[in-house]
């Protein structure tokens, strides 16, 4: 039975997990409030030549994207913006969408903080310095990844996309460079955030890699993302609406997933799986690689890859996992995160993004989904599973 002090339990144990989500999405919306992150995606878009070469830099745009700012705030954005695109341009926008699904599930597999489930395992496994260590074992993959995930999506497009305004021309109205002319104090005095989010993330990776060079202190990720976000909320002029704005019905979800699987764990359905499935333990690198890989694939599928990172975290510790098992954690985070592109249920992004263009009239539906989705999870996750057998 889920009882209030195992739901307070459970809350208490994942505060760190929901005081970054918290900081990073106080990040988005002062960046969206700014009109940062839309200028940069009208920037990227203007990239294209033509219109069906559109999903290649959507892709690997929002995919790097997606490694520094959640990827979960950033559809968000991410959707208005492309369906705004779409109709200016004269092009159907279900593509455009789903490029952003597929691309924000596959970059934000590169660091700790691309999204919940990384953030879990870099707070839960013990594994040091946990940026190092994602980017010593993904940075490869994950570049392979989106190159090969772009061309897919710019081939299987293709014929949609061509039927557009701008299929011979420049997409109109994307042409503004990267960086606007002149009034920066006036602007920074307003959104502060244009520096803070960008000193906060470069403190974040500098502190991680010292403490890995060097020996120096390491200071959990989590509680430098809280010290940005508070000097944010004390310099914004409009705090308020800033706050105000923040997607509190997404961290919402993730506090109750968090106090769900407590209860599942508390009630000892995870003893039993494992009792019936065991994991291969340290000493079976090559196994335990596969079938992290694999059950992270599945089980993904079932509960979505957040709450089942959050119920394989204690699988693993108990199956003698840890701090020198870095491989084994990163493999656990960045399969459940390929994952994501099999079905709509296996990211929360997905759902965000469904649900976001269906108010506009746009549906994606299941089999669109893994039809266009799935090649790519299985390109994705062959690339991650040869990479980190290669690193074992």
């Known amino acids: 039975m889920l009882t209030p002090s195992l739901a307070e339990s459970a809350l208490a144990g994942s505060a760190s997990v929901l005081v970054f989500l918290f900081a990073l999405f106080l990040f988005a919306e002062a960046l969206q409030a700014a009109g940062a992150l839309d200028h940069v995606a009208r920037w990227l878009v203007g990239r294209a030549p033509r219109a069906e070469q559109l999903p290649v830099v959507l892709f690997v745009g929002f995919g790097l994207a997606s490694a520094f700012l959640v990827n979960d ?26 490029t952003l699904a597929f691309a924000v599930t596959v970059g934000s597999a590169l660091t700790p903080f691309g999204n919940p489930q990384n953030l879990l395992v870099s707070l839960n496994s013990g594994v040091r310095a946990p940026v190092t260590t994602f ?20 081939w299987r497009f293709r014929g949609e996309l061509r039927g557009g305004t701008g299929s011979d021309a420049r997409l109109p109205g994307e042409t503004a460079p990267l960086f606007p002319q002149g009034g920066w104090r006036a602007r920074l005095l307003r959104h502060p955030v244009l520096v803070l989010f960008p000193v906060t993330i470069l403190v974040l990776i500098t502190l991680d890699v010292t403490a890995t060079v060097v020996g120096g202190p390491e200071v959990p990720i989590w509680l430098t993302a809280a010290a940005g976000a508070t000097v944010l909320l004390l310099v914004t002029p409009d705090r308020t609406q800033v706050v105000r704005k923040i997607n509190w019905e997404i961290l919402l979800l993730f506090a109750g997933l968090f106090v769900v699987v407590g209860g599942v764990v508390h ?8 009792s019936i499935a065991p994991l291969p333990g340290p000493g079976h690198a090559v ?11 599945a089980g993904a599928q ?20 840890g701090s020198a098992t870095p491989v084994a954690w990163v493999t656990l985070a960045a399969a459940s995160t390929l994952a994501g592109n099999v079905t709509l249920l296996g990211a929360a992004s997905n759902l965000i993004v469904v649900d976001l263009a269906e108010r506009s ?18 390109a994705s996750l062959a690339v991650l599973f040869v990479a980190l057998l290669a690193g074992l």
């Open 135 to 154: 980017l010593r074992y993904l940075l490869l993959p994950t570049a392979v990844n989106l190159l090969v995930g772009a061309y897919y999506l710019r």
């Open 361 to 378: 009239g746009v549906r994606i539906g299941l089999r669109t989904f893994v039809r266009d989705g799935l090649p790519i999870a299985a």
């Open 73 to 98: 705030a950033l559809v968000v954005i991410g959707v208005p913006v492309l369906l705004a695109v779409a109709r200016r341009a004269n092009l159907p926008p279900r593509p455009l969408l789903l």
């Open 267 to 274: 009630g000892g359905v995870v003893q039993a799986g494992e």
């Open 287 to 297: 196994a335990g690689l596969a079938t992290i890989t694999a059950t992270s694939v």
């Open 302 to 321: 079932l509960v979505s890859n957040v709450p089942w990172v959050a119920l394989e975290i204690p699988v693993l510790t108990a199956a003698g996992y």
